[in-house]
């Protein structure tokens, strides 16, 4: 086995790994509706996307979380600079709470970039990831409304943390556009970067 075959290994072992125990941790903690989160399910389905060389698999996955990640990692930096969040996403991660959390939701700072140098070495099969990363969002956004509340909020299914003032009667309709034109436009970068290689 040649190093590109061990880090792609590592890779879909290490988005395993951090994926389960996420869903294990939030269920232990937290409650049984934290276990619904996107970023929990793409990182089980990238694990298993590069655990099999099935690149359709990891790049649905990139479809859906790399805009996550990105704002994320954005208003991590700036709670790290000026002390507070600017889109009031990731102060949980700097209150009190028990250290293997943050160990785990420390993967939206390296999940991206990793999975985007690893998906070079798995050679494409097909162009329609984006249909599978649609159907999947449809699938968990009815989940998350049927099984989650409007307090927890989970996948933003409700409404945002950043007070945009969208009527309610309009959001789910909005969210949907919203995550489709998200998917659209990652899955165009990704096969722009890719090409690159």
Not at 96 to 111: A, D
Not at 150 to 161: D, F, G, L, P
Not at 164 to 192: D, E, Q
Request: hydrophobic share 55%; proline share 4%.
């Amino acid at each position: 086995m040649n190093i590109k075959e061990r880090f792609i290994d590592f890779t879909g072992g290490l988005f395993f790994i951090f994926g389960l125990t996420a869903i294990i941790n939030s269920f232990l903690f937290y409650g049984i509706q934290h276990v619904l989160w996107f970023c929990y399910a793409g990182l089980i389905l990238m694990g298993i996307g590069f655990l099999k060389r099935n690149h359709l698999l990891v790049e649905s996955q990139l479809n859906i979380l790399s805009v996550p990640l990105i704002v994320w990692t954005i208003d991590f930096f700036y709670f790290l600079i000026f002390n507070h969040s600017l889109l009031n996403i990731v102060d949980y991660f700097f209150e009190p709470g028990p250290l293997l959390s943050k160990v785990i939701t420390s993967q939206h700072l390296f999940t991206l970039p990793l999975a985007v140098y690893a998906i070079r070495f798995i050679p494409p099969k097909s162009e329609n990831s984006w249909k599978f990363s649609f159907i999947q969002v449809s699938i968990i956004f009815l989940i998350s409304r049927v099984l989650t509340d409007y307090e927890q909020n989970i996948n933003w299914v409700y409404h945002t943390s950043l007070n945009l003032g969208i009527p309610s009667n309009y959001y789910a309709g909005l969210w949907f556009v919203m995550v489709f034109i998200m998917i659209l436009v990652t899955n165009l970068a990704l096969r722009k970067i890719q090409s690159i290689n």
